[in-house]
C-alpha cells in the first residue's frame, strides 16, 4: 500500500508564494519520479510539475516555469512544490502522484489533494 500525504496549500494573495509537501510512505513504495497536478472547478485535471529522484530531472508545464520549482528529499521521500508569483488563476486542487516505473508514463499513485487559494 502506497500513500501519499500532500501539505501547505491555503489562502494566499495575489503575488504571494505558497510551498506545498507531499511525503511518500508504505511497505511497496517505490517510485521513478514524483509529479504535481492540479484541477481547478470544472475543469480537467492538468501536470504541472514532475521530478526524478535519481539525478533530479524535472519538467514543468509552461503556464507555471519561472514561477514554480518542484524538488526533493530522497531519504525523506518527500517531494516539493515553492509555488511564488501566485496569481488567481493558479487557484485549484493540488495533488502529488507517483509514477513507478521508467517504463511508463502512468501516475499510479495519488495523494488525497491540497486546496490553493489565490485571491485577487
Known amino acids: 500500500q502506497v500513500q501519499l500525504v500532500e501539505s501547505g496549500g491555503g489562502l494566499v494573495q495575489t503575488g504571494g508564494s505558497l510551498r506545498l509537501s507531499c511525503a511518500g510512505s508504505g511497505r511497496t513504495f517505490s517510485s521513478y519520479a514524483m509529479g504535481w497536478f492540479r484541477q481547478a472547478p470544472g475543469k480537467e485535471r492538468e501536470f504541472v510539475a514532475s521530478?526524478?529522484?535519481?539525478?533530479?530531472?524535472?519538467d514543468y508545464a509552461e503556464s507555471v516555469k519561472d514561477r514554480f520549482t518542484i524538488s526533493r528529499d530522497n531519504a525523506k521521500n518527500t517531494v516539493y512544490l515553492q509555488m511564488n508569483s501566485l496569481n488567481p488563476e493558479d487557484t485549484a486542487v493540488y495533488y502529488c502522484?507517483?509514477?513507478?516505473?521508467?517504463?511508463?508514463?502512468?501516475?499510479?499513485?495519488w495523494g488525497q489533494g491540497t486546496q490553493v487559494t489565490v485571491s485577487s
Open positions: 502522484a507517483n509514477r513507478r516505473w521508467f517504463y511508463s508514463l502512468e501516475y499510479t499513485d
Open positions: 521530478i526524478r529522484w535519481s539525478g533530479g530531472t524535472t
